[in-house]
């Protein structure tokens, strides 16, 4: 069936480095990617999305991006910040629906 | 904070028992959507309410069963609980005609089946 996947399971990184999280997908016809963060006893909160018709999105510190052709998402957060430390899900949509893939922890160090 | 409201935040059953869960969301959010959300898991569709009939459904058998109520708030009932039924059960919503991905969550409802 469908699916949205995650490359890897935990991620570590230097406070001040740039984190890349990976997310594989297979439902082509996806409207929509999206970045969540699911903090220790907190729901997922939204970050950042991207449309189908689009390859790269930027935030405020986060920036995603979206390859059609090997359909393979990112997750790219500058400057990482202890706050930052969470589990990333990717998700994909095609009508209010969401698919999560199965997240990836991002643990950040002083 | 997404406005989001559920309850109880954590509560315990056994086998065989039925349990609740509640939702409130805010006022433009007419679409509310469920999740399953097992330890070390993505969450898991299980249904959409929109305009207080169900608008979609995820892979979970008819115990599973929800309400939506003209104030913005719904329900979450499950009945002859399973132990695999211990799980994060989250609350979203969106807002009405979005059609994004943005989804608003509550903090859930995690409960435990002995």
């Known amino acids: 069936g469908e699916s949205v996947g995650l490359h890897l399971p935990t991620l570590s990184v230097q406070e001040g480095d740039n984190s890349i999280i990976n997310c594989a997908y297979s439902?082509?016809?996806?409207?929509?990617f999206i970045w969540y963060k699911q903090e220790s006893g907190k729901g997922p909160q939204f970050i950042i999305d991207i449309r189908s018709n689009m390859d790269k999105r930027q935030g405020q510190r986060v920036t995603v991006l979206l390859n059609k052709t090997v359909k393979h998402l990112s997750l790219q957060i500058a400057a990482t910040q202890p706050g930052d430390s969470a589990v990333y899900f990717c998700?994909?949509?095609?009508?209010?629906?969401?698919?999560f893939g199965k997240g990836t922890m991002l643990l950040v160090s002083p | 904070e997404t406005g989001v409201t559920q309850s109880p935040t954590h509560l315990i059953k056994t086998r065989g028992q039925q349990v609740t869960l509640r939702c409130s969301s805010q006022s433009g959010h007419n679409t509310v959507s469920w999740y399953q959300q097992a330890l070390g898991q993505g969450p898991q569709f299980i249904f959409q309410?929109?305009?207080?009939?169900?608008?979609g459904r995820g892979n979970f058998p008819p115990r599973f069963s929800g309400l939506q109520f003209p104030n913005y708030s719904s329900e979450l009932n499950v009945n002859a609980l399973e132990l695999d039924d211990s799980a994060l059960y989250l609350c979203a919503t969106e807002v009405t005609g979005a059609r994004t991905g943005e989804l608003f969550f509550g903090e859930g409802s995690r409960l435990t089946v002995l």
């Open positions: 439902n082509s016809a996806s409207d929509y």
């Open positions: 309410y929109y305009r207080e009939e169900e608008n």
């Open positions: 998700a994909e949509t095609g009508y209010s629906t969401l698919t």
